[in-house]
């Protein structure tokens, strides 16, 4: 699953489509919008203004990289565009793989390349 969605992000459906009886680990990492900038400042939204084709795109390529390094099938990253309020999800990137090492490698790695690749911008409190 490789999704961009401008709808809110429910983390148990992304989780539930890699359930797998030859899976012995499932990782997840569910991102949100935090409330203040890393340097201190009020954060009102953020927003994620990439194109749905292209972000999907994005999210293709930081899974076929997975596919190669750890010859992994199940892998889902979504991702969500437009305003995205304090709080609420951004990204949710899960793998499944028969042992916990690789999945935990796998998913640190979604979660870098993502971020390299699809970007934010955070919109800040007048005068924060």
């Known amino acids: 699953m490789f999704e961009a969605t401008q709808n809110p992000i429910d983390p148990h459906l992304v989780l539930d489509s890699l359930k797998r009886d030859t899976h012995g680990a499932l990782v997840s990492f569910i991102g949100t919008a935090r409330g203040y900038s890393a340097d201190g400042k009020r954060v009102l939204f953020v927003e994620c203004e990439g194109d ?7 999210l293709q390529e930081v899974g076929d990289d997975i596919r190669k390094r750890w ?6 990253l979504c991702h969500r565009l437009g305003r995205i309020g304090v709080g609420e999800t951004i ?3 899960a793998v499944a793989a028969p042992h916990r090492q690789e999945a935990f490698e796998a998913c640190q790695y979604a979660i870098d390349r993502v971020k390299e690749r699809v970007l934010l911008r955070e919109v ?3 005068g924060a």
């Not at 749905?52 to 994005?58: F, H, L, P, S």
């Open 91 to 93: 990204l949710v990137a």
């Open 52 to 58: 749905k084709e292209v972000v999907e795109q994005k």
């Open 71 to 76: 010859q992994l099938e199940d892998i889902a």
């Open 124 to 126: 800040l409190a007048e």
